[in-house]
């Protein structure tokens, strides 16, 4: 089947230490995002990358970064990471920019602060 | 901007109950809805669709109608399961009329199905 696939599902980084968080997608479509996703609360879009043209959210930290190097994989790099970026991170795409086409997510990496 | 108000949870029902979930959306012009549901610990799965007035979407036993009148639209099941336990999200997405590529969310219900 095709999907989403984000790898691993749960990572344990320390405080401070650079994390990368991958994902990728067998679905062929030209959008992928990474969202943001803490207890309880509904998932906060990043940012997203259309091709290769990279869109960051206005209120994204510059903590987090994100490469696409082809398709179907794209990292979310967190160079940083404070007790506050302990979180789920979702990776979702959609086939067409520009149009209200629904979004895939995958499973997501649950991302703990030591 | 575009919103989405979703009835605030938990909601708790026994097996076999009617489920309603409320949202009624805020946007201009003909934005996509869209019903995604969240089980413990896994990612969001879409649930169904509408994109136009008095569309209605259908997956699993659920039905949502987009109705443009009282911008909204409702979550309901006629019989839920144990296995329907899970975070329900309303969303919507208005990409076409200038609104921006995310998807934006209701705050999310948890539904707990008791056997």
């Known amino acids: 089947d095709a999907m989403v696939i984000q790898n691993p599902r749960y990572q344990v980084t320390q405080f401070g230490k650079p994390v990368t968080l991958s994902c990728s997608q067998t679905?062929?479509?030209?959008?992928m995002y990474w969202y943001q996703q803490k207890s309880s609360q509904a998932p906060k879009l990043l940012f997203h990358?259309?091709?290769?043209?990279?869109?960051n959210e206005a209120d994204t930290p510059d903590n987090f970064q994100s490469r696409r190097p082809n398709t179907s994989f794209c990292f979310l790099d967190i160079r940083s990471p404070g007790l506050g970026d302990a979180a789920m991170y979702l990776c979702?795409?959609?086939?067409?920019?520009?149009?209200?086409?629904?979004?895939?997510f995958g499973d997501g990496t649950r991302l703990s602060i030591l | 901007g575009d919103s989405v108000t979703q009835m605030e949870g938990p909601v708790t029902l026994s097996e076999e109950a009617f489920l309603t979930i409320n949202c009624t959306y805020t946007?201009?012009?003909?934005?996509?809805l869209f019903w995604y549901v969240q089980y413990p610990g896994e990612g969001l799965q879409l649930l169904l669709k509408?994109?136009?007035?008095?569309d209605k979407g259908s997956n699993k036993g659920f039905e949502a109608t987009y109705r443009k009148e009282t911008t909204s639209f409702h979550l309901e099941k006629g019989s839920v399961q144990v296995s329907d336990s899970a975070v329900y999200f309303c969303?919507?997405?208005?990409?076409?009329?200038?609104?921006?590529?995310?998807?934006?969310f209701g705050k999310g219900t948890k539904l707990t199905v008791n056997p």
């Open positions: 946007a201009t012009g003909y934005p996509s």
């Open positions: 969303a919507l997405s208005n990409i076409p009329q200038g609104g921006s590529e995310k998807l934006v």
């Open positions: 679905l062929n479509h030209n959008v």
């Open positions: 990358y259309y091709d290769k043209d990279f869109n």
């Open positions: 509408a994109t136009k007035a008095d």
């Open positions: 979702a795409t959609s086939r067409i920019r520009g149009t209200n086409q629904p979004q895939h």
